[in-house]
């Protein structure tokens, strides 16, 4: 649970559970020490009552008419005096604590909060060894409970201060540490993500800004190894164009020709057969055979190098595609949306497309299964989007990407670009994204 919640959290918890505790400690102290103050400041005045009954009992004892002493002494006294004169038939003496609960600067919970002692006594006052009444001492805590009641704010003040302060400067410490770090996360992120370009801003403590310098070194580092990837990939899908074209051109001018002959020799045979005797039926699956040869050669040399493209553009040559696939698989019903804009990529770019297009057809008329395939592909400013999706039953789990597909998402990687295949809604997607700034861009050629 404490692992889940916020740095500025885990920081102010613990400074306010302390600052909670420094109050409820410096209550509990003066609860302590308010009750010792109290009862040590309230003592002289005692001893002082016992003093003045002493003295008025001697003189009562020493006056002719001690009644009239006794009532001359009640009116000097003041009653706002702590001493005061309590006749017998008065009753008993009313409590401290009674005395103070009507004082309005102190808020009650306070008072019942602080131990109130025992401060009150009575003198006995004697006329003729009858006891008249008693000379006591109430003193008034008003004043003692105001100025403890004063003490606690000023403490409950100084820690509520203290503990503004002290998080407003966690507050800022922590947004001065967490930003960085923020910004280092969000920058792993982005490399994650292989963006490398943009730079991870280096601020905060000398530890997270080594760690930011670390990481945008990196980011360079990957930016260059990943350059490096792509101009290696790059070159290899040159060099397989190139060994297909070079083994294209020879099936077609060693291969073509021959089989050119061998089926003019055939139809020749045939036409003689009627003359020959028994030749016919051979003759004539001979014949079979070499226009059968001649239709996988065709489609050898389709599948090794589309020669095509440069000739008729690429929207053409697709849309050729398209009608193969038609004519090798009747029973699919094929819709697409090629834009006409696709005849203008060529070279590498234009290869691309169209084998991405090839590839996925071929991986829906072999293992797919499906009854319906859309094919889309168009230029988006300035990036070319291809979407082939299908009915079939889907790719395996634990195999997304055969070797034909495997191939196509190098040749995506090699121009910058990107291949996902995907499962949502019953439909097989294969997207390919491809930069269109990149392929034409000679720079980018190895």
Not at 29 to 37: E, K, R, S, V, W
Not at 398 to 416: K, Q
Not at 419 to 432: E, F, I, K, N, Q
Request: with cysteine; charged share 20%; hydrophobic share 45%.
């Amino acid at each position: 649970m404490w692992q889940r919640l916020s740095f500025r959290t885990q920081l102010f918890l613990p400074l306010g559970a302390s600052f909670l505790v420094a109050l409820i400690l410096g209550g509990i102290l003066l609860q302590l020490f308010a009750t010792i103050q109290l009862a040590d400041e309230s003592e002289p005045a005692r001893r002082s009552t016992g003093i003045v009954a002493a003295a008025l009992n001697n003189t009562l004892s020493a006056s002719d008419n001690p009644q009239k002493t006794l009532d001359a002494f009640v009116q000097l006294l003041d009653t706002s005096s702590n001493i005061q004169f309590r006749r017998v038939e008065e009753g008993p003496l009313p409590s401290p604590r009674e005395d103070i609960r009507n004082l309005k600067l102190v808020p009650g919970w306070f008072v019942n909060l602080l131990t109130i002692p025992d401060m009150d006594s009575a003198s006995p006052v004697v006329i003729d060894g009858k006891h008249v009444g008693n000379l006591v001492f109430l003193p008034d805590l008003s004043a003692d409970l105001f100025e403890k009641w004063i003490g606690f704010l000023a403490l409950a003040s100084l820690v509520a201060a203290l503990m503004l302060l002290t998080g407003t400067i966690a507050y800022l410490f922590a947004g001065s540490a967490l930003r960085p770090l923020q910004h280092l996360g969000s920058g792993l992120t982005r490399i994650r993500r292989g963006d490398y370009a943009t730079p991870i801003p280096v601020g905060g403590p000398p530890e997270i800004r080594q760690s930011c310098e670390e990481a945008n070194a990196l980011a360079a580092t990957l930016a260059q190894l990943s350059q490096d990837n792509r101009n290696l990939m790059h070159r290899l899908v040159s060099l397989q164009d190139d060994e297909r074209r070079d083994l294209a051109r020879e099936l077609h001018d060693e291969l073509g020709p021959l089989l050119f002959s061998i089926r003019a020799s055939t139809i020749a045979l045939v036409d003689a057969a009627p003359q020959a005797g028994n030749l016919g039926n051979p003759a004539e699956q001979m014949l079979q055979s070499v226009e059968a040869l001649q239709q996988t050669n065709r489609r050898i040399l389709d599948r090794l190098r589309p020669l095509y493209i440069e000739d008729l553009g690429l929207e053409t040559s697709v849309q050729t595609l398209l009608q193969n696939f038609r004519k090798q698989a009747p029973h699919i019903v094929l819709t697409d949306t090629i834009g006409s804009d696709l005849n203008g990529v060529d070279g590498p770019l234009a290869q691309t497309v169209y084998r991405v297009i090839q590839e996925a057809l071929t991986n829906v008329l072999r293992h797919a299964e499906a009854s319906s395939v859309d094919v889309k592909a168009a230029v988006t400013g300035d990036m070319l989007a291809i979407e082939i999706s299908d009915d079939g039953g889907g790719f395996p789990a634990d195999n997304v990407f055969g070797r034909g597909l495997t191939g196509m998402h190098e040749r995506a990687r090699a121009l910058s670009g990107s291949l996902s295949l995907l499962r949502a809604d019953g439909r097989t997607y294969v997207r390919c994204r491809l930069p269109i700034g990149d392929a034409h861009d000679p720079s980018a050629l190895p």
